[in-house]
T-cell receptor, first 116, second 113 residues
């Protein structure tokens, strides 16, 4: 199947700093990628849809100025958590669809963010 | 809107026991259905999928059949192993919703030796 990578896998930062998370589709192109957030022992919550060449689409309740998304190329989307605070600590996961008319979402391994 | 409901966990089984995790859905269109598995500390991996009614997805001994009449996609395995311990997510993808995934709440499976 298709492979999606994320970097870094784990990051610890101080409150007030910004953190950038990269999501790459390694063997296919993705005009759309999705960013999710997962709290401990909970399901995934869709944060936004990243669109190559245009602005991201954010879900209701997600602050676009807080979570900056840039889809720089057909294989790379970045999520920047600006001025991170402890409540932003979470597991962030991206996905990209692959497979044409029967496309399937392939997920990255996730990035665990801990804000001190 | 679309929604997915799956049985709450945790589900605790002994090794070699039979597994069923129930999943039902509501959708306005004709969705594709998926089961994803998440091992501790990792992202989601696609386990199996079915794209139309009566399709059966299967992988690693797991099976699920797309039942349109009961709007269900129950996950089954005849004999679980300790290594199957993980969280299982049922999900649907609706073309009418831009192929975004709608997830169930997840079911934690714990298999004891």
């Amino acid at each position: 199947g298709a492979v999606v990578s994320q970097h870094p896998s784990r990051v610890i930062c101080k409150s007030g700093t910004s953190v950038k998370i990269e999501c790459r589709s390694l063997d296919f192109q993705a005009t759309t990628m999705f960013w999710y957030r997962q709290f401990p022992k909970q399901s995934l919550m869709l944060m936004a849809t990243s669109n190559e060449g245009s602005k991201a689409t954010y879900e209701q309740g997600v602050e676009k100025d807080k979570f900056l998304i840039n889809h720089a190329s057909l294989t790379l989307s970045t999520l920047t958590v600006t001025s991170a605070h402890p409540e932003d600590s979470s597991f962030y996961i991206c996905s990209a669809p692959f497979g044409g008319t029967q496309e399937t979402q392939y997920f990255g391994p996730g990035t665990r963010l801990l804000v001190l | 809107g679309d929604s997915v409901t799956q049985m709450e966990g945790p589900v605790t089984l002994s090794e070699e026991a039979f597994l069923t995790i129930n999943c039902t859905y509501t959708a306005t269109g004709y969705p594709s259905l998926f089961w994803y598995v998440q091992y501790p500390g990792e992202g989601l991996q696609l386990l199996l999928k079915a794209t139309k009614a009566d399709d059966k997805g299967s992988n690693k001994g797991f099976e699920a059949t797309y039942r349109k009449e009961t709007t269900s996609f129950h996950l089954e395995k005849g004999s679980v192993q300790v290594s199957d311990s993980a969280v299982y997510f049922c999900a649907l993808s609706d073309l009418n919703a831009g192929n975004m995934l709608t997830f169930g709440g997840g079911t934690r499976l714990m298999v004891k030796p």
